[in-house]
């Protein structure tokens, strides 16, 4: 069996690593259209710092990422973050600590004091009994109140998907909680039950020696895939039970997977199934840019993971993630690495600037929030006018049709972040059961 994956990105690699995992007589070749595997998930060296392009790591508190660490024998390069990354911060008006406790939350200035008796009215909010979707702003408005909403899930919104309470579906953004009030009647109620079935607190991050891209080559190799770089799908035919790709009579195999983003998948399915062409492309994705800003000598010793704005303090900046205080190899000894992070739904103007001008965003962003006012020594910036899919209101019925009108063609696959989850571990996850799906394995 000839299996075609389109995209080599993490999930292309994690169900071409599958395929092979699960069958070993399975002939995978995996064509990705850059020079470099990974997609999003890059790490670049310049000066001495490690700057990633996208994610920075994966949390523990799912099994996925960590078995592929496992199966692909790679566990020699896992890097635990320092203790201090659980130190986070979020800017409102000033810098504020994110509170971990019940005795935290009842002293932090982030909210009122009306605003914190509000959220313990959740206990008594009752349970939503229809299933209509919800903006994640109205399912935070209608459980734990406005001033919670516009300040803790705000700035949540802009941590995971560079987006905002008003712009994400909280059924598809973040189905758990939807799942505690179903289930249990409540946030608080839930977690509370969670927490007498479940031990340990909720995840610790993790990344990689070296960066993300050392794990996507190790995961690249492992996979024993023919891996072409630097070479473009750009048509697909489906003659009888077989697949041509770019009308190359060499190219024929017997199933194809996609994983791409999902204008491109739109493109190239156009001929075979054009019925999900359109709904293909209501996928949005959010404009983001990375600024990183090295420092020989920064007197701030950045205890701490980072910060989140909220859109109420009308920062230019999104966050600021600490990097050489979350893992030491980041930045060599004495040195420090910020990672900026501009644009996302709330300010998509100013994720396509210029890279001067983002880097002049990126420093004014951090003398407000942190007061550094220190120039840096080495800069680098990583402009992605579709970076991060947006999981709006209509996303989940949207992509179940999707996928219910692929199956109507066989032996075409789907594989990529644009679907059921942005975070490393959705990807790893869903990649897994696309291998399982393509070998006939029961999930």
Known sequence: MRVAIIGGGISGLTTAFYLNFYRKDVDVTVFESNEYLGGKMRTKEKDGFLMEEGTNGFL???????????DVDCEDI?????????????YKDKLHLLPESPKAFASTKL??????????????????TDDKEETLQEFGYRRVGKEMTDVFLDAMSAGVYGSTPKKLSVNASFGKVVALEKHFGGLFKGMLAQRKK????????????????????????????????????????????????????KLIFDKVILSTPAYVTAKLLEDIIP????????????????????????EDDLKGFGLLTTTSSKQPVLGVLWDSSI?????????????????????????????????????????????????PST???????????????????????????????????????????????DCVSNAKKCAKEVLGIDM
């Open 275 to 298: 019925s999900i062409y359109d709904r293909l492309n209501e996928i949005e994705y959010s404009p983001i840019s990375v600024v990183g800003l090295g420092y020989d000598d920064l």
């Open 379 to 425: 800069v680098y910036v990583k402009r992605w006018e579709k970076g991060i899919p947006n999981y709006g209101v209509g996303h989940m019925d949207n992509v179940n049709e999707i996928f219910k009108r692929v199956k109507t063609v066989d032996n075409v696959y789907l594989s990529s972040n644009a679907y059921y989850g942005v975070a490393l571990n």
């Open 60 to 70: 523990s508190n799912k099994p996925d990422t960590l078995e592929l660490v496992k």
């Open 198 to 249: 479940e031990a340990g607190p909720g995840g610790i991050l993790m990344s990689f020696q070296g960066g993300c891209s050392t794990f996507v080559e190790r995961v690249a190799k492992a996979s024993k895939a023919d891996i072409k770089t630097n070479f473009k799908i750009e048509k697909i035919e489906k003659i009888d039970d077989k697949f041509i790709l770019n009308g190359d009579k």
């Open 111 to 128: 909210l009122s004091t009306l605003g914190k008796l509000r959220v313990l009215c959740e206990f008594i909010v009752p349970t939503k």
């Open 327 to 375: 893992f030491f190899d980041r930045a060599k000894h004495g040195k420090k690495l910020l990672r900026v992070m501009i644009g996302g739904q709330r300010n998509k103007e100013l994720a396509m600037k210029s890279e001067e001008v983002l880097v002049e965003f990126a420093k004014l962003g951090i003398k407000n929030t942190m007061g550094v006012d220190a120039n």
């Open 78 to 90: 896992l890097l635990r973050s320092d203790d201090n990354a659980r130190i986070r911060y979020i």
